[in-house]
């Protein structure tokens, strides 16, 4: 069966720190992964997804960025936190044109 | 990309049977229709998913009418671990870009 894992879990990193959160999927090939922001009380917002190695599509300007290195890894990152950058993020997968399926989440504070 | 307008919250008590309904009057022919589950500090649980008429599962039933321009999430018996926000979405029907819109979903409160 295929699982979904976020690291860290929780993270509190001052303002013009770097970050990079990792996702890692087991048990599927060549999955669309992406990269969501949920701010309190809110619904969750799209930043980035992928459809293979290397290639990224951004749906919102912001500092950060998001890389696939390997197949099944997805790592979203930036080089100088902003406060507005504090959310629960999270990574989920889905194969193409079907459910995505989401990850426990990153619940990132930045002071 | 549709986009989906549900309540923002609804009450019930344990034992009933719940309905949340989604408008999304601008459903693409191809588009599929999701219902997620979300509890605090948890990503989003997939329930249920359907195309047109009725789908059924062990958790939730989906009811979509012919126009396919609403739907209505039926959750039988809730209990209180069923309080939850509920997120109704439109989409995957593209081969690469199946990107989902979620909206602020709708806080289902379970009273005992």
């Known amino acids: 069966s295929q699982t979904i894992h976020q690291w860290p879990a929780t993270l509190v990193q001052p303002v013009g720190s770097p970050l990079s959160l990792e996702c890692t999927v087991e048990?599927?090939?060549?999955?669309?992964l992406y990269w969501y922001r949920q701010a309190a009380g809110r619904g969750l917002q799209l930043l980035f997804y992928s459809v293979g190695i290397g290639q990224i599509s951004s749906e919102v300007p912001q500092n950060l960025s998001a890389s696939r290195p390997q197949d099944r890894q997805f790592i979203l990152s930036s080089k100088k936190l902003l406060l507005s950058d504090s959310g629960f993020y999270l990574c989920a997968w889905s194969v193409q044109g079907q459910t995505q399926y989401f990850g426990p989440g990153t619940r990132l504070l930045v002071l | 990309l549709a986009k989906t307008t549900q309540p923002i919250s609804m009450d019930s008590y344990e034992g009933q049977e719940v309905n949340i309904t989604c408008s999304h009057n601008?459903?693409?022919?191809?588009?599929?229709i999701t219902w997620y589950q979300q509890f605090p500090s948890q990503g989003p649980r997939f329930i249920i998913q359907?195309?047109?008429t009725k789908v059924t599962n062990e958790v939730a039933s989906l009811f979509i009418p012919a126009d396919r321009k609403s739907s209505t999430l039926s959750l039988p018996r809730v209990s209180l671990s069923d309080t939850a926000v509920y997120y109704c979405?439109?989409?995957?029907?593209?081969?690469?870009?199946?990107?989902?819109?979620f909206g602020t979903g709708t806080r289902l409160q379970v009273f005992p």
């Open positions: 979405l439109v989409g995957g029907s593209s081969y690469n870009t199946d990107k989902l819109i």
């Open positions: 359907g195309y047109k």
């Open positions: 048990g599927t090939s060549n999955p669309n």
């Open positions: 601008n459903i693409a022919t191809n588009d599929y």
